[in-house]
């Protein structure tokens, strides 16, 4: 199993966007972001993102693992993401290696590829929080001491 890949929320907002640039890494055919925060779900989210909390995660793999196997990659995310956030990534990643473990090294065989947001939404949201391409529900006011 490998690691999760930390991912600069300029390169996610490049992603969102579909803007490509010789500095950002080439956007996925397909991605989700995968927010794990808890109570502290509040004041905003990364738009369509996929709210799966941690405090309960060991339970929801399975539908979390179902919905989201088919993309070529997932951006998971907790607060900070330093340790809830990398955390679940590892979690996914074993779960996914044990319910479908690599086959071959063949072209065929594709890798999902698993990030974790550096900074969290608490780095998101200071920079992107007012965009509302790129983040839903923001309140302000919630992170203004942030």
Same mark, same amino acid.
């Given at each position: 199993?490998?690691?999760?890949?930390m991912?600069?929320?300029?390169?996610?907002?490049?992603?969102? +966007?579909?803007?490509?640039?010789? =500095? !950002?890494?080439?956007?996925?055919?397909?991605? *989700?972001?995968?927010?794990? /925060?808890?109570?502290?779900y509040?004041?905003?989210h990364?738009?369509?993102?996929?709210?799966?909390?941690?405090?309960?995660?060991?339970?929801?793999?399975p539908? +979390?693992?179902?919905a989201?196997? =088919? !993309?070529d990659?997932?951006v998971?995310?907790? *607060?900070?993401s330093q340790? /809830?956030g990398?955390?679940?990534a590892s979690?996914y990643?074993r779960y996914?290696?044990?319910?479908?473990p690599?086959r071959?090294?063949s072209?065929e065989?594709?890798?999902?590829q698993?990030?974790v947001?550096r900074?969290?939404?608490?780095?998101?949201?200071?920079e992107?929080?007012?965009?509302?391409?790129?983040t839903?529900?923001?309140?302000?006011?919630?992170?203004k001491?942030?």
């Amino acid at each position: 199993m490998g690691v999760p890949i930390m991912l600069d929320k300029v390169v996610l907002r490049s992603w969102m +966007l579909n803007e490509s640039s010789p =500095s !950002v890494p080439q956007r996925p055919a397909s991605f *989700a972001v995968v927010d794990v /925060r808890d109570d502290d779900y509040i004041g905003g989210h990364i738009h369509s993102s996929h709210h799966y909390p941690s405090s309960n995660l060991a339970c929801t793999l399975p539908s +979390l693992y179902s919905a989201l196997q =088919s !993309v070529d990659a997932l951006v998971f995310h907790c *607060a900070l993401s330093q340790q /809830r956030g990398p955390k679940a990534a590892s979690m996914y990643m074993r779960y996914r290696e044990m319910i479908d473990p690599p086959r071959d090294s063949s072209a065929e065989f594709k890798k999902q590829q698993v990030y974790v947001l550096r900074g969290g939404f608490t780095e998101w949201q200071q920079e992107f929080g007012r965009d509302s391409r790129l983040t839903e529900a923001y309140e302000e006011s919630i992170w203004k001491y942030y």
